[in-house]
Every structure is written in structure tokens, then in C-alpha cells.
């Protein structure tokens, strides 16, 4: 399995000018960002990885920030200021570096998180993709990947997102169904970043 290179950043945002060493070119357009949205299980991250590894072979700048793997206690309310803070202050520095493009596999399911969304990276063009699964291969997948008591939780959780946000939260569709790198090229040219 290859591994998409890390790379850390060498600065803090306000520590110094953000722009030095940036690629001014990209700075100047307006960022995009592709929400990857779907139920516990349906591959959201695995997807994210995949398109980030299809946008590097073809040279295309963007950043990839998972907040379905972003946990901290304890939070206070359900943690969306938080979020909305951490998200922007990682952005800062992905913009500062010269990226326009950002993937941002995570639930959408209330207006708040799309909300959320637009004001930690403000200005972008944001598109939602909705990873469609059927119930049994989305409880397939979460049976592979759970263990314990959050099993349980994970396919009540899914069932929950689904009726939640599956027709309300999306732009298009993705059947992800399908092996990574198809669904992955499937949802970067239906978002028109190849």
C-alpha cells in the first residue's frame, strides 16, 4: 500500500508572515472544498485518502483534514466551536502554504455543520458528495471495523445519518459501492477537480 507523504507544518499561524514561501499563484483562487458526507461506515475517510493520493499523482495541490477522527474531552455541548476553530486554524496554515483545495471527509446532517464548514474556511466553494451504501454493506463494513459496545452504536448511528442527511445534504452522489479508486475518480471529476 503506498502512504500519502505528510507533510507537517513549519510554522504557527501568527507566528510569522504566512505568505513567505507560499505558492502565490493558488493563494489568489477561491478555495474549494469537497465535503465527503455518508453514514458511519460508508468509507468516508478510506475515499478521502484515495482522492488524496489520485490528486498527487496528477501533481493538484490540496489538503485533506478528517474530522470524523477528530476527538477530544471533555467537550462542552456537542464540541462544535471547537471544531469550528480547530478546522480553521489547520486551514490557515494549508492556505498559507499555497493549497486552494481542501477534501473534508465528515458528517453533514444539520445546517450548523454545513455552517460551521463555511465560516472556518470562508470564501470557498463548497461541495457536498454523499458515499451512498446500502444498510447491509454499510453494516458489512461497520462489523469489520467495530468492536465492543460502540458496534451497536455505530450501526444505530449510521441508521441515524442516513435518514438525517441522505437526501437534504448533498450536491451528487457517489455509489461507493465500488472498489477506492473508482469511487475516488468518480467524485473528483463529478466535483471537477480532474
Known amino acids: 500500500m503506498r502512504r500519502l507523504r505528510r507533510i507537517w507544518p513549519a510554522r504557527i499561524p501568527g507566528t510569522e508572515d504566512m505568505s513567505s514561501g507560499a505558492d502565490t499563484a493558488s493563494v489568489g483562487r477561491v478555495p474549494e472544498v469537497l465535503i465527503i458526507n455518508g453514514p458511519c461506515g460508508a468509507g468516508k475517510s478510506s475515499v478521502g485518502f484515495e482522492c ?30 471547537v471544531a469550528e476553530r480547530a478546522l480553521a486554524a489547520v486551514w490557515a496554515v494549508y492556505r498559507g502554504e499555497g493549497i486552494d483545495r481542501l477534501l473534508l471527509p465528515r458528517v453533514i446532517e444539520k445546517p450548523l455543520h454545513l455552517d460551521l464548514v463555511r465560516r472556518a474556511v470562508p470564501d470557498a466553494r463548497i461541495q457536498i458528495a454523499w458515499l451512498d ?11 469489520a471495523r467495530e468492536q465492543g459496545t460502540g458496534l451497536e452504536w455505530h ?21 461507493g459501492s465500488r472498489d477506492l479508486r473508482t469511487i475516488a475518480l468518480d467524485l473528483l471529476a463529478r466535483a471537477g477537480w480532474v
Not at 474530522?67 to 471533555?74: Q, S, T
Not at 446500502?134 to 453494516?139: H, M
Not at 442516513?162 to 451528487?172: E, I, L, M, T
Request: hydrophobic content about 40%; aromatic content about 6%.
Open 133 to 143: 451504501v446500502t444498510p447491509e454493506l454499510n453494516a458489512e463494513r461497520l462489523r
Open 155 to 175: 450501526l444505530n448511528r449510521a441508521e441515524e445519518i442516513r435518514r438525517n442527511a441522505g437526501n437534504d445534504f448533498a450536491d451528487f452522489r457517489v455509489d
Open 52 to 81: 488524496m493520493e489520485v490528486l498527487e499523482e496528477r501533481g493538484i495541490p490540496a489538503a485533506m483534514v478528517d474530522a470524523e477522527l477528530a476527538y477530544f474531552h471533555p467537550q462542552r455541548g456537542q464540541g462544535e466551536d
